[in-house]
């Protein structure tokens, strides 16, 4: 069984450029989560799909972060326009439901200069 | 706000020596209970899942325990090898799915 693919692994930009993260879940899993973690900091949620219904994006730090889950499979994590404190690592997380362990790809290390 | 907190921050030990990682949240109606490894520059390897029914569980070499009405879990690797070194975090939900994170605790086994 594969595990939570990311792609792309690493990705520089510069300041006010777009992009778009992509995740690719366990095949299966109707939950899907997007953390981060920003230099020195914990691990912090930005948010939680249920198949392709948004269930919960409390954590997403503004308006300039669009993440969307089109039919319930991958999803994309799109940062319009980019700026400096965006910089970190995102992961994305997949399990099948509240009891069971999140599983956790490999993170996409965004740097924004 | 859950706050979870972990200590020590790091630890080194020789090998063979077992391992003590503290994990303490402040919010005890959770959920789950999840322990993680990271390596350097990799991603996150789930452990552990305690549920908040559970007072421990085990899988080879580890063991995590599970207090929750003390807000707190410690996982115990015994017998450490230089392989074990890695990040070790900690991390719970409560009913709303999101995991909250503690810092790790970075561990070095020394050969």
């Known amino acids: 069984e594969a595990g939570v693919t990311q792609f792309p692994s690493h990705s520089v930009i510069e300041k006010g450029q777009t992009v778009t993260l992509r995740c690719d879940p366990i095949?299966?899993?109707?939950?899907l989560y997007w953390y981060r973690r920003v230099m020195g900091k914990e691990i912090k949620f930005l948010l939680h799909f249920v198949k392709e219904s948004k269930q919960d994006e409390s954590g997403m730090p503004n308006n300039r972060f669009l993440a969307e889950r089109t039919g319930g499979t991958y999803s994309t994590l799109k940062v319009q326009p980019a700026e400096l404190e965006d910089s970190g690592v995102y992961f994305c997380?997949?399990?099948?439901?509240?009891?069971?362990?999140?599983?956790f790809g490999p993170g996409t290390r965004l740097t924004v200069t | 706000k859950q706050e979870v907190t972990q200590i020590p921050a790091a630890l080194s030990v020789p090998e063979g020596e077992n391992l003590v990682l503290n994990c303490s949240f402040t919010?005890?109606?959770?959920?789950?209970l999840q322990w993680f490894r990271q390596d350097p520059g990799k991603g996150l390897t789930s452990l552990l899942l305690i549920q908040s029914s559970q007072r421990e569980q085990t899988s080879g070499r580890l063991n995590a325990s599970l207090d929750k009405s003390s807000g707190r879990s410690t996982l115990y690797i015994a017998a450490s090898q230089p392989g074990d070194s890695a990040t070790y975090l900690c991390a719970v939900n409560k009913s709303d799915y999101k995991l909250s994170f503690g810092a790790g605790t970075t561990v070095t086994v020394r050969a």
């Open positions: 997380a997949s399990n099948q439901g509240l009891t069971y362990e999140q599983y």
């Open positions: 095949s299966g899993h109707d939950n």
């Open positions: 919010d005890s109606a959770i959920y789950n």
